[in-house]
């Protein structure tokens, strides 16, 4: 998420330097290829409304909504075991074919113990917020 007052850019090349963290690995598979190219070797800047176009940020907010916004969708993050997973499976997923990461997800889904009981509990209480959030 960003301010409105936000700006982005890659000014290594324009510093005369490389960079050594993972840019080069990372930027492209957050906003492709070509953008990432054109960002690094330009040093431009980006506003906030084209960081969210083409997918650097998910959420531009007025800035002193900021930090109330990003405590709120905090508080959305489901509060399950499965979060932690989940997250693991896109870390390791991004390191591997598609077939490979279907794969790593259909052998941890299957690991997973499952209790109808539990999952039905949670599927009214999810329906519940749904229709709470509807009628705000």
Do not use: C
Request: proline share 3%; net charge negative.
């Amino acid at each position: 998420m960003a301010s409105t007052q936000a700006r982005f850019a890659d000014t290594h090349a324009r510093l005369g330097v490389v960079p050594t963290w993972g840019l080069t690995a990372l930027l492209p598979r957050a906003i492709g290829v070509r953008r990432a190219r054109e960002l690094s070797i330009t040093g431009n800047f980006i506003d906030a409304a084209t960081a969210l176009q083409i997918g650097l940020v998910n959420h531009v907010v007025a800035h002193e909504e900021l930090i109330p916004f990003s405590l709120q969708l905090a508080e959305q993050i489901a509060s399950t075991s499965a979060v932690g997973e989940i997250l693991s499976l896109y870390r390791q997923g991004e390191e591997l074919s598609l077939q490979g990461a279907l794969n790593l997800e259909a052998t941890s889904s299957a690991r997973r113990p499952f209790n109808a009981e539990t999952f039905a509990k949670a599927g009214r209480e999810t329906a519940a917020r749904q229709r709470n959030e509807e009628s705000e």
